[in-house]
């Protein structure tokens, strides 16, 4: 599978502030990454480096052709993100798109629309992996903990409570290879 990890670009003021002396690297898609199986193809998309951010994700949507398309946001992010998902649903119809990050931990029913297919709360390299394993085999994902559906499929019930964290220790070493260190600071 081809997949792609996509940070959007903040709108807020204050956080763009804070960007201009700290920009830390996207490390929660190191950890992704680093849980699904080498076989896959996996890039990282960080739109907060590009001025024309928008520009840049429909020409990587593009040449790339991902089979799953993966968001992170915070509350702040959550409208741009769920505009991006909007448009590589309206340019890739089949590819599947999921979200996680902190928003759709805090908040997963705003994240039930119908350009997203999955949601992961929590901790996300265990529901990650199970995801593009079960996608991979062509299949739906069923009884992942801290992975929803959405529409029709949505667990409203599930999504009141709040996931379970595992031992950090059991995580994965984070792949840095995805993206370039020299633009963070």
Request: charged share 25%; with cysteine; glycine share 8%.
């Amino acid at each position: 599978m081809r997949i792609l990890l996509v940070k959007p670009q903040a709108h807020l003021k204050t956080v763009l502030g804070l960007q201009r002396f700290q920009c830390l690297e996207p490390l929660e898609f190191g950890y992704l990454a680093a849980a699904i199986p080498a076989e896959h193809e996996i890039r990282v998309l960080d739109l907060r480096l590009y001025r024309f951010a928008d520009h840049i994700f429909q020409r990587v949507l593009a040449r790339f052709r991902p089979d799953l398309v993966g968001f992170t946001a915070y509350g702040h992010e959550s409208g741009t993100m769920k505009r991006l998902a909007g448009t590589a649903r309206r340019l890739l119809p089949k590819t599947h798109i999921v979200v996680g990050g902190h928003h759709a931990t805090v908040a997963p029913a705003d994240c039930n629309i119908p350009d997203i297919d999955y949601i992961v709360r929590g901790e996300g390299c265990a529901p990650f992996r199970a995801l593009v394993a079960a996608l991979d085999r062509g299949e739906e994902p069923e009884g992942v903990a801290n992975l929803l559906l959405t529409g029709d499929r949505f667990d409203e019930s599930a999504s009141r409570i709040w996931p379970r964290y595992p031992d950090p220790r059991t995580l994965p070493i984070p792949r840095r290879d995805l993206w370039d260190s020299r633009s963070y600071y």
